[in-house]
């Protein structure tokens, strides 16, 4: 059958494909790249395993992720692949929706073109109805606040959803925790910046040692023998240069004679050196971080300082750092002065994985906080990582927006009836659209029944019935009880802005392919290669190479 297509649509060697040719195979690309991420969907999705031309392979649920791991060459493809990038990059989640969304629009594009529909028309039906979609999305969303970490921690739950799943309930609190950290206030409003939360990966453990660290973990080991592994109340200096003698200029000789000139050369480099660590110490640090070196003797000096010393620390750990413990990051030893120094409850080595690392810890207020993620083996931490990217992200935008949903398709069914109403008000052929893009909405809760071995049919109609009663507006499908039922009570919460954000990036994607009616080759390329199997690949459509 693929064969047969690829000859219908373009056959090989071809440089140009016109009108209904080329929207039929930009049509089936998008549909095929939203097939391969469908079955990912919701907490009953299934993982896909991609593996590389080395034989590297990813275990992922994660609809972004298994996307820009996939080798996608059709330029088509390639936009299917820039929603879930643009959703992820915008609001951190809700990349499987928007891209399962813009595949479903495209398939009803596909039945209204072949009523002789003009893809103009149905661009303009489309266009209406996102901007109606949005409008009943913010009506049946509710406001949540800062301090409700109750369904702030649902939120998080939410987002987690088929990943991490034995540790969600732990990792959401963690989640929730970190944020209530670093959110800051600016201009009356709260804003979470997403880099002040470091994720730190160690293999080794288990999913449930995963900890929050207020402060920084540092991937580096204290570095004399000779120091404390631990200090409590830690006065910290943050250092951006070396505690080290200047190198001499390459080209400076230094005249050396006799032994005295030799010993006199060598005082003045421990002189030197025992300023330094004397500037350190008479600010009352107990703690030295430098981006830069440190030299053995001053490691030996601060040593029997007892000051703590940890040297090559990354840029980025050093401006956590400064954020964390409230500590200003110094270029010069001269500049040094009480002020500068941060605080941290305790600043500890510890070994994890067989790894020293440093603990920056117990901070007052940190601004930057850091999560140090453990499990089995390197997939697992993976995908607790992506777990925790997608469950920040859908934190924060719930408290920047302020606004959340019922999810579990409950948001999708409301906004699908609702949006059936008004395409009535419509008419005409744009009424035709409006309705395929409310038809579109249900593949949501049909996908998430689908997962859940619920019969799709039937769900549909239990939902939409629900939906036409007041009471039902937050009727979804419990894919756990394999249920249709109020998903508010069953906490399925959701972020107002990943599921408008959906609504953006799917609708504008089908109105760019439905806009395109003329595929031409630039010189020296081949024609695009649709994928083998076609639409029949099913669940197992992801394999690299395809597009
Ligand atoms: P996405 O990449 O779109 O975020 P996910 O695999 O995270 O895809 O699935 C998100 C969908 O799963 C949302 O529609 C969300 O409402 C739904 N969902 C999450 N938890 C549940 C649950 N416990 N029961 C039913 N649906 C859920
Ligand atoms: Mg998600």
């Not at 940190?366 to 990582?385: F, N, Q």
Request: with cysteine.
């Amino acid at each position: 059958m693929a064969e047969q297509q690829q000859d219908e649509f373009m056959p090989a060697g071809a440089k140009r494909t016109k009108g209904r040719d080329a929207q039929r195979l930009n049509i089936l690309i998008a549909r095929a790249v939203a097939q391969a991420v469908k079955s990912t969907l919701g907490p009953k999705g299934m993982d896909k395993m991609i593996v590389d031309d080395m034989g590297d392979t990813i275990v992922s649920n994660d609809g972004a992720t298994i996307l820009s791991e996939m080798a996608i060459e059709h330029p088509v493809g390639k936009m299917m692949v820039e929603v879930a990038k643009t959703q992820d990059a915008e609001v951190g989640d809700g990349t499987t929706t928007a891209v399962v969304l813009a595949g479903t629009l495209m398939e009803k594009a596909e039945k209204l073109l072949d009523d002789s529909i003009h893809p103009s028309l149905i661009v303009n039906g489309y266009r209406q109805a996102a901007v109606e979609a949005k409008k009943y999305y913010e009506e049946t969303a509710f406001d949540v606040s800062f301090s409700d970490k109750k369904t702030l921690r649902t939120i998080a739950l939410t987002s987690m959803t088929g990943k991490a799943a034995e540790s969600a309930e732990e990792l959401s609190t963690l989640v929730v925790a970190a944020i209530n950290n670093v959110a800051d206030k600016q201009n009356g409003k709260l804003i979470v910046d997403q880099d002040n939360i470091k994720l730190e990966k160690k293999t080794g453990g288990s999913l449930k040692d995963t900890e929050l660290i207020s402060g920084i973990l540092i991937d580096k080991e204290i570095v004399h023998t000779g120091m404390p592994r631990t200090i409590k109340d830690a006065k910290i200096a943050l250092l951006d240069m070396a505690l080290e003698i200047s190198e001499p200029e390459s080209d400076t000789k230094i005249e050396i004679s006799t032994p005295d000139q030799l010993q006199a050369f060598i005082d003045r480099e421990e002189k030197e050196l025992k300023t330094m660590v004397e500037a350190v110490k008479k600010v009352g640090a107990t703690v030295v971080i430098t981006q830069k070196g440190i030299d053995d003797l001053a490691q030996h000096y601060l040593a029997k300082e007892g000051i703590v010393a940890v040297r090559r620390v990354k840029k980025s750990d050093m401006d956590a750092l400064a954020r964390a413990t409230g500590a200003n990051v110094i270029t010069t030893i001269k500049e040094l002065s009480k002020a500068d120094l941060g605080n941290a409850g305790k600043v500890v080595e510890r070994k994890v994985a067989g790894d020293a690392m440093v603990f920056v810890q117990e901070c007052k207020n940190p601004k930057s906080v850091s999560i140090l993620i453990r499990g089995g083996t390197e997939h697992i931490v993976d995908e607790a990582e992506r777990a925790l990217v997608d469950s920040i992200g859908a934190v924060s935008s719930s408290i920047k927006v302020g606004k959340v949903l019922v999810g579990a398709g409950s948001c999708e069914m409301e906004v699908s009836m609702r949006l059936r109403d008004y395409a009535k008000t419509v008419g005409g052929r744009e009424q035709l659209a409006i309705e395929s893009f409310a038809e579109s909405l249900e593949i949501i809760p049909r996908t998430l029944a689908e997962t859940a071995g619920m019969d799709p049919i039937d769900s549909l109609v239990t939902l939409r019935s629900k939906h036409s009663t007041k009471s039902g507006k937050y009727v979804g499908v419990n894919v756990h009880k394999g249920k249709i039922e109020d998903m508010k009570n069953a906490k399925v919460i959701e972020p107002l802005s990943v599921k408008t954000q959906a609504i953006d990036s799917a609708s504008e994607v089908a109105e760019m392919i439905l806009r395109i009616d003329d595929i031409i080759l630039g010189s020296g390329k081949a024609a695009p290669q649709m994928p083998p199997g076609g639409m029949d690949m099913g669940g197992m459509g992801g394999m690299p190479g395809m597009m």
